[in-house]
Each structure stands twice: as structure tokens, then as C-alpha cells.
């Protein structure tokens, strides 16, 4: 039976099983390879990007149109829905949730917009609490709430052989790339209130990986929480770096490890590490819901 409340995210977030199981609308963003445009998921692979890269073929990304956004709205209005709960990625490093909140203003029914201020597993693991706290019976604003009060507390690190590929798409300065290559620095980065900042500068990718995961098992402490390792064209690096913060963190039941999406692919550059440490949020809607004006109001 189909939920009252729609629950609908980008392609950046969700990858195409896991929308089945949590029954997530998907609206795809596009990866231009050379002249060539692809919606994700549907031409574009990771490996397809991680190719082109390596291989200095043009490679671009675009956001969907609040048009898309709109038609996705009101067939989840002709289906049944009396109201959308809509996450997507930081508005800092993509229009993705501009599109959805101009499409939500013209919607004929009511939608919340969440934007994440994360990136790929951590806008997902708030998709994945939305959608349960959807199954346990939250309205379509408690959802929203529980949603952005999950992103909030999450600790998303990651490593990059090079900044170049950020440079590119504008997600880092120019000067700060330019000095990173110049010195040779492998650079640990976070997403801090929905930008990309540098957290550190080191010598080499063991040393990185390395401090990454000591800043990934500090984050998580003795709490309960839920970890994702991503990587671009790095699956023995994924696999051995989830190995050791399961390891490391005996609360975990597993890691989830998974392989980017073309879109972040593309700014990301091949050999990139992830990891994401979210904490688990209280089950009842209304401390979730309190914790989320809490953070607006800060």
C-alpha cells in the first residue's frame, strides 16, 4: 500500500535498490561526458566517469529542473499522496534543491524540502530515517524533521588524490588546488555546514587514509551509530578501510561500503575515500522534531 506521504530524493543519495526498499522517488541528476549527456544511473557509471577522467575527456554535471522536480510532485499527488517529503543534497555545492523548492512552490500539494547539507551516504542515511520514521507513522513534517536532524549530527570525512577534479567544478578555490599540487599534500577534507572545506594537509595517501580513520573513530565514540565507507574506483580501498573501523568500532553491526555515483564520480576524481559516521536518532517524532528547530534556531 502506498504511504500517504511521497518520500523523493536525487540520484546523488540513493542509489536504485535501496530506493525500492525505502519505496524513494528518485529524480536523476546529469553527467555530461564530452558532448554527450546521461541522466544518472541510466548510461553514466561511476566506472564510465572514472574512465573518462583518467583519460582527461571533459566531464560535467547539471542539476534537474524544477520542471522535473514538479512532474515527480504532482504524479505522486495523481497516485494518492496528500503531501512530498523531498531531501537532496547541499544547496552549498549543488542547485539540486533550488530546482525542488521552486517546483514545491508551484506544487498542488504540500512539500518539505530538506536540504541535507551533506553529500551521497550521509544525505542518504537521512533519506533512509525518513522513510522510518514515515513506516512508523510521522507526518510529512515530523519526517522532514527527523531528516534534517539526522544530517545534522553526521560526520562526513573524505580523501581525494588531487583537488584538480573539485577545482574544476568549483567546489574548492583555485589557490588552495593550485597549492595542493604544487606541494605535493594529500588533502583530508570534510563537509562542514554544507561546503567542502580542507580539515588537513599530509604528506601521503597512507597518512591520510590513516588520520581519516582515527577522525572517523573519534566521531563515533561508544554511541550508536551507523557508518558508510564510499570510494570512486577504490574497492580494495573501501573494503580494507571498512575492515579496520569495524574493527576498531565493536558497536558496529556491519559497514556499509559503496561506490559513488557518477555525478559526485565527477568532481571527486578516482581513488577517492569516504566515510560517513551517523549517529542514530531517538525514535520518538517529537525529539527529533525538537532537535531540528533547535539547529534552525542556532
Same mark, same amino acid.
Given at each position: 500500500?502506498? *504511504?500517504? $506521504? =511521497? ?10 535498490? #535501496? ?25 553514466? @557509471? ?5 574512465? +573518462?577522467?583518467?583519460? *582527461?575527456?571533459?566531464? @560535467? ?5 524544477p520542471e522535473a522536480f514538479l512532474r515527480v510532485y504532482e504524479r505522486a499527488s495523481k497516485d494518492g499522496a496528500d503531501?512530498? !517529503?523531498? !531531501? ?8 539540486? &534543491? ?6 514545491? *512552490?508551484?506544487?498542488?500539494?504540500? /512539500?518539505?524540502? /530538506? ?9 542518504? &542515511?537521512?533519506?533512509?530515517? =525518513?522513510?522510518?520514521?514515515?513506516? *512508523? ?8 524533521? /527527523? ?8 560526520? =562526513?570525512? &573524505? ?7 573539485? %577545482? ?9 588546488? #593550485?597549492?595542493?599540487?604544487? #606541494? ?15 580539515l588537513e594537509k599530509v604528506r601521503t595517501s597512507a597518512k591520510a587514509l590513516n588520520r581519516m580513520q582515527e577522525l ?25 578501510? +571498512? ?11 556491519? $559497514? ?20 560517513? $559516521?551517523?549517529? %542514530?536518532?531517538?525514535?520518538? #517524532? ?13
Amino acid at each position: 500500500m502506498p *504511504r500517504a $506521504v =511521497a518520500l523523493v530524493s536525487d540520484s546523488t543519495s540513493v542509489h536504485a535498490e #535501496l530506493a525500492q526498499r525505502l519505496d524513494v522517488i528518485i529524480v536523476p541528476l546529469q553527467v555530461i561526458i564530452g558532448t554527450k549527456a546521461y541522466d544518472e544511473g541510466s548510461g553514466a @557509471s561511476p566506472e564510465t566517469v572514472a574512465a +573518462a577522467l583518467k583519460a *582527461r575527456t571533459p566531464v @560535467s554535471t547539471s542539476r534537474p529542473s524544477p520542471e522535473a522536480f514538479l512532474r515527480v510532485y504532482e504524479r505522486a499527488s495523481k497516485d494518492g499522496a496528500d503531501a512530498v !517529503v523531498s !531531501v537532496h543534497l547541499s544547496s552549498e555545492v549543488s542547485g539540486t &534543491f533550488d530546482s525542488a523548492e521552486l517546483a514545491a *512552490r508551484r506544487a498542488s500539494i504540500p /512539500v518539505y524540502v /530538506v536540504d541535507s547539507r551533506q553529500l551521497g551516504m550521509a544525505t542518504g &542515511f537521512a533519506v533512509q530515517s =525518513a522513510a522510518e520514521a514515515l513506516d *512508523r507513522g510521522a507526518d510529512a513534517e515530523e519526517a522532514a524533521a /527527523v531528516a534534517s536532524s539526522r544530517a545534522a549530527a553526521m560526520t =562526513a570525512l &573524505f580523501y581525494v588524490d588531487t583537488l584538480e577534479h573539485l %577545482r574544476r567544478g568549483g567546489r574548492v578555490g583555485t589557490t588552495a588546488a #593550485l597549492l595542493g599540487s604544487a #606541494l605535493a599534500v594529500k588533502p583530508l577534507l570534510k563537509v562542514e555546514d554544507g561546503c567542502i572545506v580542507a580539515l588537513e594537509k599530509v604528506r601521503t595517501s597512507a597518512k591520510a587514509l590513516n588520520r581519516m580513520q582515527e577522525l572517523a573513530v573519534a566521531a563515533a565514540g561508544d554511541e550508536d551509530v551507523d557508518v558508510a565507507v564510499s570510494h570512486l574506483a577504490n574497492a580494495a580501498g573501501a573494503e580494507a578501510l +571498512a575492515s579496520q573501523l569495524k574493527e576498531r568500532l565493536p558497536q558496529l553491526d556491519h $559497514v556499509v561500503v559503496t561506490q559513488v555515483g557518477a555525478v559526485i564520480g565527477a568532481h571527486v576524481g578516482p581513488g577517492m575515500l569516504a566515510v560517513v $559516521v551517523a549517529p %542514530r536518532q531517538p525514535q520518538r #517524532l517529537d525529539e527529533a522534531t525538537d532537535s531540528a528547530q533547535e539547529d534552525d534556531s542556532g
